[in-house]
């Protein structure tokens, strides 16, 4: 059974840094987009990045020149590192795979920005 672990989450004061990492195990990682998805207390959850197979990366506006997602395939790894953090970025941040119909989640880590 394919299985994504997150870490990296915490309290973070608003302009800090905080970098999140997906380890992923039984699963070819390499060939699986690999997403990270984001949900605040009441709200959906949402799309915040994505890195494909082929390394190409998309983000959400709110996101975009703050955020950066990457992989290392060797380790099985993926990254988001997050900068010049805001308080609306507060949230269950998730880890998502998704190769044709099979998609994995993550049980998620939490990021809080406050003062």
């Known amino acids: 059974q394919v299985q994504l672990v997150e870490s990296g989450g915490g309290l973070v004061q608003p302009g800090g840094s905080l970098r999140l990492s997906c380890a992923g195990s039984?699963?070819?990682?390499?060939?699986?987009?690999m997403e990270w998805y984001r949900q605040a207390p009441g709200k959906q959850r949402d799309l915040v990045a994505t890195?494909?197979?082929?390394?190409?990366?998309n983000y959400a506006d709110s996101v975009k020149g703050r955020f950066n997602i990457s992989r290392d395939n060797a380790k099985k790894l993926v990254y988001l590192q997050m900068n010049s953090l805001k308080p609306e970025d507060t949230a269950v941040y998730y880890c998502?795979?998704?190769?044709?119909?099979?998609?994995?989640w993550g049980q998620g880590t939490q990021v809080t920005v406050t003062s």
């Open positions: 998502h795979a998704k190769f044709r119909t099979h998609t994995y």
């Open positions: 890195i494909t197979s082929g390394d190409s990366t």
């Open positions: 039984r699963m070819t990682f390499s060939i699986y987009d």
